[in-house]
Structures are given as structure tokens and as C-alpha cells.
């Protein structure tokens, strides 16, 4: 039985996100808060130089960021990004539920393997917090652009303390700064693509869910609260993408060769 009906999904084609509402009950969204802040504080049973992780800026500015490299950069809450967490047991056993793999089947196709491009926690830590400007997300590497993002807040995610900003349809307008090899928009893209009364803060509850179209304009705010603003972001795509770095493979979510507890502990213990 599908869990995303068909009206959901006119709403997604249409908008480029579909809030799915509150997935985790209270004890698994406990279970992954506990997980990710182990992981941050270096107590986490795992080979931290599998994961690249990176602290946050103290000037809420990008370009200030450290940086993103394998290995934990100290005990430490105010992590902004960890990757690679498809090979930590807990976070894995929850991008791999089924109604990620029904979303998956609708937008590359019934039954088609899908791989993870990437499993990322983003973190606003409290009074902090990175800016994050206009972007589509996309990666010139690949020779297909990945379509969809599953983002799930692990705080409550607000204006406040930096929810995700959204241009609702704008996906449909296809990659509009050709020339940013990260999709980031030009001042001038942003005085017409970005204009206020189009845009929409995404905020979410703990443990609500939502679906992305990775050419969604999308940008999120400092944290100006008391309260962290945490999350986890999993981009699935068709396994048969194509990395045009020489060596470079992405672990299968969903299909034959699928990422298992068993495989992710004997990977980590190499």
C-alpha cells in the first residue's frame, strides 16, 4: 500500500517539496538526536575517519566555515555538517524505511536501484548558525543532476532559528545560474528569482518530514535562538549515475547491493 497518494505527488510536481508531516515517533527521534550528538561529542562507536565533518563559522558567514574533511575536529556540539552517515547503523536503518524507498521509486522509476549521493546532519548550533545564500542544489561531477532530497528535522525548525527558505515551483524553472558549478544564484538572480512575496520559510516540528526536488531554490537563515537547529538531509539518486572522478562510488540505499548493518559495522571497522 502507498503511503504518498497521488494528489500529494500533483502537489509536489507542482510546488518542488511535499511536507509528509511527523514520521518518527518520540523514542526514534530520541534515538537519532542521541545518535548525532555522540557522534559531534566523540563518544559514538564508529571510525570517525570515514566521516567528513566540519565545524560552523563564528560570523555566520560561509566563507568562514572549517573545514570539510574526514575526521572529527574535537568534542564539540557546534559541528554545521557531518556527511557520510549512511555507514552509522542508526541513521541508515532510518533513510532506508519504505516510504523512502516508495518516494524513490516514483521519481526514478519502480524497482530501479538507487544509490546515496549523500547522507548529511546540518546543524544551526544555538546564538550561531551559518547563513546559506540562494542555491539549487547540483553537483557538475555527475552526469545527471540527483532529484530528490528527504530532509528531516531533528528540532524544531523555525524563523527564528533558521528554517529552510523556499521558492515553492521554482524548480520547474530548470538550473537558473548555469555557470555556479554549486547552483549558487548571482545578487542579480536573486533580485528576480528570490523576490518576498514569493518566498515561504519551511518551518517543521521535530521528527516531521519533508520531500525535495534538489532544483528547488532553497536558503536558510542564521540561528538566532536558544534552540539548535538540527537536521538530516539523505540525496538518493539513480545508482547508475556516473562520477566523472576516477575511483569515486556511492553506497546503494535500496536494491541489489544494498548497504546492511552487517556491511556498514565491517566497513566501519576498516
Request: charged share 25%; glycine share 8%.
Amino acid at each position: 500500500m502507498n503511503c504518498i497518494s497521488k494528489k500529494q505527488w500533483h502537489r509536489y510536481e507542482r510546488d518542488g517539496f511535499l511536507k509528509l508531516g511527523k514520521l518518527l515517533s518520540d523514542e526514534d527521534l530520541s534515538a537519532l538526536q542521541e545518535e548525532i550528538d555522540a557522534i559531534m561529542i566523540g563518544s559514538a562507536n564508529l571510525n570517525y575517519d570515514k566521516l567528513t565533518m566540519q565545524l560552523d563559522s563564528l560570523t555566520g558567514k560561509t566563507k568562514d566555515t572549517g573545514a570539510h574533511t574526514h575526521g572529527s575536529k574535537g568534542s564539540t556540539l557546534n559541528y554545521r555538517k557531518i556527511q557520510q552517515l549512511e555507514y552509522d547503523p542508526v541513521f541508515l536503518e532510518y533513510l532506508q524505511r519504505p516510504i523512502f524507498r516508495e518516494a524513490c521509486n516514483y521519481i526514478y522509476g519502480a524497482d530501479q536501484p538507487i544509490a546515496i549521493f549523500r547522507a548529511m546532519f546540518m546543524n544551526k548550533p544555538a546564538g550561531r548558525g551559518t547563513w546559506l545564500p540562494w542555491h539549487q542544489d547540483r553537483w557538475p561531477v555527475l552526469d545527471r543532476d540527483p532529484q530528490l532530497t528527504i530532509w528531516t528535522a531533528l528540532d524544531p525548525s523555525t524563523k527564528e532559528n533558521g528554517c529552510l527558505q523556499i521558492v515553492p515551483g521554482s524548480h520547474r524553472k530548470g538550473l537558473i545560474n548555469q555557470e555556479s558549478g554549486a547552483g549558487f544564484l548571482t545578487e542579480e538572480q536573486m533580485e528576480e528569482h528570490c523576490q518576498p512575496n514569493d518566498i515561504v520559510s519551511l518551518e517543521m516540528k521535530a521528527g516531521e518530514v519533508t520531500l525535495l526536488h534538489n532544483h528547488l531554490l532553497h536558503a536558510s537563515d542564521i540561528n538566532k535562538s536558544s534552540q539548535s537547529r538540527r537536521a538530516f538531509s539523505v540525496c538518493y539518486m539513480d545508482a547508475a549515475t556516473k562520477d566523472e572522478r576516477d575511483g569515486i562510488t556511492y553506497p546503494i540505499a535500496f536494491g541489489e547491493g544494498a548497504l546492511t548493518s552487517d556491511s556498514v559495522l565491517m566497513a566501519m571497522a576498516n
